[in-house]
């Protein structure tokens, strides 16, 4: 039977930083911003209750989405335990979490170690376990989720993060869920995902975020424009810089999560989780800005097709209009997203970059390029 361990961990705490922010009028942003004060912790709208307690799994839950999913789930009252490979600490100290809060976190969070690609293992120890509820968040492969179905079969409900980039390109936009989808997207594994769990006799939902930011953000959303915006540097964009994109926080997204749990509406559901605002490229680096209090950024235009970048991005979002409707999580959930774009990303920057911590190291390699600078220094 594989053990259930809880962990508590010291670290040094940080205190909470207050968000700056003044009006700010880019493309398509909400231009009446609220000052508020922001730390990691949810508040008041935030704590959804579910029916009842539940013991909970999360498929992953050490990085991004599942810290911030975790710590809500947690305060519910849930019983939750991670299936992780151990390779990172179980728990962290968020930048504003106060060592009280982190505390409790910590001594009521559980872990179960393994690799989810060891299929006898998960089916063992999930059944020998019981789990009402799975929350899969880093799955990837139909065939890494049917053997959590096999190991539970009394299970009440299968939470899936999916992805709106599962979407077939169009000309027709928002993305609603009812859309067509790509077979031969690069998130074709979970569309196949989403394919087994209608056909199984279980109660599932699916979450299809567009791009998702916020602190300890793993994926170069946000950071991307940080880093040139901190080193006083022009920023690339491609083409005209009108392609419309959207962005949604992880807190919020960690919100709508919570939001299905144990919903009756959201019983074999597809939702968009996003933030209700859209915005250009152009509009986002100077959000960006904004966000971190820097001045109005240079933005030099390109033509990707122009260059050849190698194996190398020179952009973190696709070339293309790309954004979803949230209208039925709004109605059929009554989610309402609590960050507008520039509140978020200075909640972002606040929490994250502006204390000097980021996931990637600064790459200027492509912008060079774009420049016509040299490679190489004379």
């Not at 968000?19 to 493309?27: A, C, E, P, R, Y």
């Not at 935030?46 to 799994?57: G, M, N, W």
């Not at 000309?171 to 569309?191: F, M, N, Q, T, Y």
């Not at 946000?222 to 491609?238: D, N, Q, S, V, Y």
């Amino acid at each position: 039977m594989a053990r259930l361990v809880a962990f508590q961990q010291n670290q040094l705490s940080f205190p909470p930083l207050a968000s700056s922010l003044s009006d700010f009028n880019g493309t398509r942003l909400q231009t009446h911003i609220q000052l508020k004060r922001k730390t990691w912790q949810p508040k008041g709208s935030l704590y959804v209750s579910a029916s009842s307690t539940k013991k909970i799994l999360i498929m992953g839950g050490t990085r991004f989405i599942g810290v911030f999913l975790s710590r809500q789930l947690v305060k519910e009252g849930h019983q939750v335990t991670l299936f992780t490979r151990g390779k990172a600490p179980i728990t962290q100290q968020l930048p504003g979490e106060s060592d009280t809060d982190f505390a409790d976190f910590s001594s009521k969070i559980l872990h179960l170690k393994g690799d989810r690609k060891d299929y006898d293992f998960v089916k063992s120890s999930l059944s020998a376990e019981g789990f009402d509820v799975v929350y899969d968040i880093n799955g990837r492969e139909a065939e890494e989720v049917e053997p959590i179905l096999d190991a539970l079969p009394n299970l009440e409900q299968f939470i899936y993060c999916s992805s709106a980039g599962v979407y077939l390109k169009s000309d027709l936009l928002p993305h609603a869920e009812i859309d067509a989808v790509d077979p031969k997207s690069r998130h074709k594994g979970k569309l196949e995902t989403e394919s087994l769990l209608q056909s199984k006799d279980v109660n599932w939902t699916s979450i299809r975020p567009v791009y998702i930011y916020g602190p300890l953000n793993y994926n170069p959303v946000e950071e991307w424009f940080f880093h040139r915006l901190k080193a006083g540097r022009p920023i690339p964009i491609p083409g005209s810089g009108i392609q419309i994109t959207q962005l949604g926080h992880v807190k919020d997204l960690a919100t709508a999560f919570v939001k299905v749990l144990g919903n009756d509406k959201a019983s074999k559901q597809i939702f968009n989780i996003s933030g209700d605002k859209y915005v250009t490229f152009d509009g986002l680096a100077r959000a960006c800005a904004k966000a971190g209090g820097f001045p109005e950024p240079e933005l030099i235009h390109y033509n990707p097709k122009d260059f050849d970048f190698g194996k190398k991005k020179s952009f973190p979002f696709r070339d293309q209009h790309f954004f979803a409707s949230v209208e039925k999580a709004k109605s059929v959930l009554g989610l309402e997203p609590e960050y507008g774009l520039v509140e978020g990303l200075t909640d972002s920057y606040n929490l994250d970059f502006g204390r000097g911590t980021f996931r990637k190291e600064a790459d200027f390699s492509t912008d060079d390029i774009i420049l016509g600078k040299s490679l190489v220094s004379v």
